[in-house]
């Protein structure tokens, strides 16, 4: 539905089709992840570099096609303000910090965010270097992690890691934003978090012990029973369900990442979802707690570094772009961040449920 410009209705008639970047998930063996911060003053060349984001990739990702590069950008709350006039998709917004008694998932600065992929780390590098030299000047990278697979889909905790990512119409459902942000449909929001983990005391832990704080089985990566399961593992934490019995899910594409000199070890977390609130709502719970004080054990070997939430707009946009704020650019002021309406947490939320 989401790939192609055009296609047949029910009766026959041509209609347009919204054309998504390449959000959902891919066998892609490594990633690059940047975040950047806009030079006041430098909006129309930001402006330019997404207008032919599309054509850059695809010249780069034409030299070694078997790689399959991907590129997908996203644009931070502060930044959208001093590009486009007209309207702002529903959701977007600064990622506010969550802090708990004991944890805090913090927020960190980022105006773009860009997500590369392939099979392979070259065509990656490629990408991303053209991406700097293009910005160089305008703007700084704040945030750059190579990422990469391990093993079969493991985390560097040794646990399979996106067991339960949903696939297929129910992944674009999750991802994608519908009718209801009509000008922003085929969007889609991504929050992004860097964590270190703490490896030599989640080493200390015997295996029966880790398996209690994710709520799986890290052999066979089976989830373990509702009877076993402990409240305050990552399994159970992070499984949203409506009042209605329904799983609200989003769409992670983590990655390990370490740096060995550096004594550097964590996952990436990624997550595409068409509300943020959801995502939102899963790190309420681990920082938090459900309820409140019952927060997610695996906070205690692993540590956000980083948190912010862009919005990721679908191809036809970025090839159609809105025009120029009517504010004076440069040094258009950024949304307010007093103008967010507090989050709601509810989601209509009756029960968790034992899937991550």
């Not at 977390?269 to 681990?286: C, K, S, V």
Request: glycine share 10%.
């Amino acid at each position: 539905m989401r790939r192609g410009a055009k296609c047949l209705d029910g009766v026959g008639e041509v209609i347009d089709v919204v054309v998504s970047q390449d959000v959902l998930p891919q066998r892609a063996g490594a990633a690059i992840f940047l975040v950047a911060t806009v030079e006041d003053g430098a909006e129309s060349d930001v402006r330019q570099l997404l207008a032919d984001l599309s054509g850059l990739t695809r010249s780069v990702g034409f030299r070694l096609p078997d790689r399959d590069l991907s590129c997908v950008v996203g644009i931070g709350a502060a930044l959208w303000d001093r590009l486009f006039a007209g309207p702002r998709p529903a959701s977007l917004h600064p990622f506010h910090e969550i802090a708990g008694a004991r944890h805090v998932a913090v927020s960190t600065p980022g105006d773009l965010l860009f997500h590369l992929r392939a099979h392979q780390i070259d065509v990656c590098f490629e990408l991303a270097r053209q991406l700097t030299l293009r910005l160089g000047g305008r703007a700084q990278i704040v945030d750059e992690v190579h990422g990469f697979t391990y093993f079969d889909q493991r985390d560097l905790m040794g646990f399979v890691d996106g067991t339960e990512n949903p696939t297929g119409e129910a992944a674009e459902a999750a991802a994608f934003i519908d009718e209801s942000d009509p000008d922003f449909a085929g969007g889609s929001y991504v929050i992004v978090q860097k964590y270190l983990h703490d490896l030599d005391a989640w080493d200390a832990l015997p295996v029966e012990q880790q398996e209690q704080v994710v709520g799986r089985t890290k052999l066979s990566d089976i989830e373990l029973s509702d009877e076993t399961k402990p409240s305050n593992s990552h399994v159970a934490l992070n499984t949203i369900v409506s009042e209605g019995g329904v799983e609200r899910q989003i769409v992670r594409e983590n990655m390990a990442f370490g740096r060995l000199g550096a004594g550097e070890f964590g996952t990436y977390f990624i997550g595409y979802a068409a509300d943020p609130g959801i995502t939102e709502l899963m790190l309420h719970n681990m920082f938090i707690g459900k309820p409140m004080g019952n927060y997610d054990r695996i906070l205690d070997f692993s540590t956000a570094v980083t948190g912010a939430l862009f919005f990721v707009p679908s191809v036809d946009f970025l090839d159609n772009l809105p025009g120029v704020p009517t504010t004076a650019l440069p040094g258009a002021q950024p949304a307010n961040d007093d103008d967010v309406q507090p989050l709601d947490r509810s989601l209509r939320i009756g029960s968790l449920k034992g899937t991550t």
